[in-house]
């Protein structure tokens, strides 16, 4: 389970995130009081490698010592003992960020204290969430969303003009606080890159101090609809080295935020392997004929889309997945 507190615990303004197992020994929500009582909501470290999030909470923190926050806050920090070892999660735990309410695996203990943080913030009235991300692959700085309403775009474009609307995979913390409140999901980057931290404490700041979220301009945004959710199928061996049953082409993590014409060529395959990659759209269909050419032992792309979150670290591919594939949201659907 998790451990609550009213208070800042002491240290926290000092740890690492490898240190910080010493100060929070479990999964932590801590509580802050501030002028306004309905609570901002922070989210971090669901994956333990991920730190730009506590490092830029951290340094909020530390910048209102002594000083009265003009909103409560109640941080969630989650994955302590991943963070110590510097994984996303260890061998034997659950993706955090895959359990809240909405999961499939609602059985799990795991999936029992993400619905009691929330049910506790629900209590609380929270106000807003942010979760902060960040990714291996070479990406721009994005906000994710869950519902197409104004509140949550409102929110999302403080941080970037680039927004992805998805709703799977499921059991994400931003979709189960978009039931209570605007929910964002921010991916800042490589994890711990100065830029991503001043990026994040800067929109936290913004955000602690804005009383409503109010009407933002969508003229600039661009917005996206995850399709699919690509992976590469457990029984072939893949890499970048030309060695493997599926050898992905080194150019493809140039091709995050970049629109892909039909033909694309994503990887070689192994003659006469009949290797192939899956991809999953929203329902969890398998739609990998529908996005992906064989021919020519490669891989090429059926349909022009746009992938997200491409990476060469081929354990991130293993874990996770290999890249999400995503359509722009033309600007007469936005929400008014
Ligand atoms: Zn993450």
Redesign the pocket.
């Known amino acids: 389970m998790f451990d609550e507190y009213e208070d800042l615990p002491e240290g926290l303004l000092d740890a690492s995130v490898e240190t910080l197992h010493e100060i929070l020994p479990n999964p932590a929500l801590i509580h802050l009081k501030g002028d306004i009582a309905e609570p901002l909501f922070i989210s971090t470290l669901?994956?333990g490698n991920?730190t730009t999030g506590f490092y830029a909470v951290q340094n909020l923190l530390r910048e209102y010592q002594g000083l009265n926050l003009p909103r409560s806050i109640s941080v969630f920090i989650g994955n302590v003992k991943a963070a110590e070892k510097g994984v996303r999660r260890l061998d034997q735990q659950v993706d955090y960020?895959r359990v809240w309410p909405g999961t499939p695996h609602h059985y799990l203990a795991e999936a029992h204290m993400m619905l009691k943080v929330t049910e506790t913030m629900r209590e609380r009235n929270v106000w807003a969430s942010i979760d902060i991300?960040?990714n291996t692959g070479k990406n721009p700085h994005y906000a994710c969303i869950n519902k197409l309403e104004t509140s949550f775009t409102s929110l999302a474009c403080m941080f970037s003009e680039t927004l992805v609307y998805f709703i799977t995979p499921k059991g994400v913390q931003s979709a189960a606080f978009a039931e209570l409140c605007p929910a964002v999901t921010l991916e800042c980057g490589l994890s711990g890159d100065a830029s991503g931290i001043d990026h994040a404490l800067n929109y936290l700041k913004r955000v602690l101090t804005a009383t409503e979220l109010g009407q933002h301009a969508l003229d600039s945004v661009n917005l996206y609809h995850t399709v699919a959710r690509v992976n590469v199928p457990e029984l072939y061996s893949f890499g970048f080295e030309d060695d493997a049953t599926i050898n992905l082409l080194p150019e493809i993590e140039n091709y995050n935020f970049k629109e892909l014409p039909v033909g694309t060529p994503l990887a070689k395959i192994e003659p006469e392997s009949s290797a192939y990659l899956q991809a999953f759209g929203e329902d969890e269909r398998e739609l990998g004929r529908e996005f992906f050419e064989y021919e020519n032992n490669q891989i090429t792309l059926k349909k022009a889309v746009m992938p997200a979150m491409l990476t060469m670290d081929t354990q991130v591919i293993r874990q996770d997945c290999l890249c999400y594939l995503m359509e722009r949201v033309p600007a007469d659907k936005f929400p008014k």
């Open positions: 669901l994956h991920e960020n991300h960040n």
